[in-house]
């Protein structure tokens, strides 16, 4: 039970350029996240799923884009990278999201973004 | 005004002392509180849940929630040298049958041996 995964670890790009992370879990969860991480901004949702073939926006949506093709997995992608998006980024799941402690979010170990 | 304000510290004390950490928060939604603890270079992972007013212990560490005042804290006793991470709270609500989670900035703790 390897949780939740997340390739690459590091990355660094250069202005423009495109990438997708990925994120996978095996826990069976219904819903998936990502977030940003920078500092003194803590963790800011991206966006997230509630299920295969499912995406909604969260808090920081523009310049990414999402797909849940797979219930196990979870892309990110970046079409045009840009400076500001230099972050660490993590993906996590729960079972649903709604209620309960069952419903905690796991988290993945974190992919390291650098664009120049 | 952010929904959740979180002291950043850093904070530094020595070993065996107790801590405390802190959230305070404005949307009085929030019913679910969290604490995460972040070691360097890694994903949070969920140390403390609560759901209302009241107190949870577990172990070393007590979670403590005040709706009232909007304000919930960690505690932590007997602190190691191992306890040093980055302390994130986070609050949970439901609306309208959609989740809303909310983090902390997160707190820098190191435990000098």
């Known amino acids: 039970n390897a949780g939740v995964t997340q390739t690459p670890k590091f990355r660094v790009l250069k202005t423009g350029q495109s990438m997708t992370l990925l994120c996978a879990q095996d826990?069976?969860?219904?819903?998936m996240y990502w977030y940003r991480q920078d500092p003194g901004m803590g963790l800011r949702l991206i966006h997230y799923?509630?299920?295969?073939?499912?995406?909604a926006k969260g808090e920081v949506p523009d310049g990414y884009n999402v797909s849940r093709l797979k219930k196990q997995n979870f892309l990110l992608g970046l079409e045009s990278a840009a400076p500001s998006q230099t972050s660490v980024y993590f993906c996590a799941s729960s079972y649903s999201g709604l209620a309960g402690e069952t419903d905690t979010q796991y988290f993945g170990p974190g992919t390291r973004l650098t664009v120049l | 005004q952010k929904e959740v304000e979180q002291d950043p510290g850093p904070l530094s004390v020595p070993e065996g002392a107790i801590v405390s950490l802190n959230c305070t928060y404005s949307?009085?939604?929030?019913?679910?509180f969290m604490w995460y603890r972040q070691y360097s270079r890694k994903g949070p992972e969920l140390l403390m849940y609560t759901y209302s007013s009241g107190n949870k212990e577990d172990g070393r560490f007590t979670a403590q929630v005040d709706k009232s005042s909007k304000y919930i804290s960690l505690f932590i006793r007997d602190s190691q040298p191992s306890d040093s991470a980055t302390y994130l709270c986070?609050?949970?609500?439901?609306?309208?049958?959609?989740?809303?989670?909310?983090f902390g900035q997160g707190t820098r703790l190191t435990i000098n041996p």
């Open positions: 799923s509630v299920g295969e073939g499912t995406t």
């Open positions: 986070a609050m949970r609500a439901i609306i309208q049958g959609a989740q809303k989670l909310v």
């Open positions: 826990m069976n969860h219904e819903y």
């Open positions: 949307n009085s939604a929030f019913q679910y």
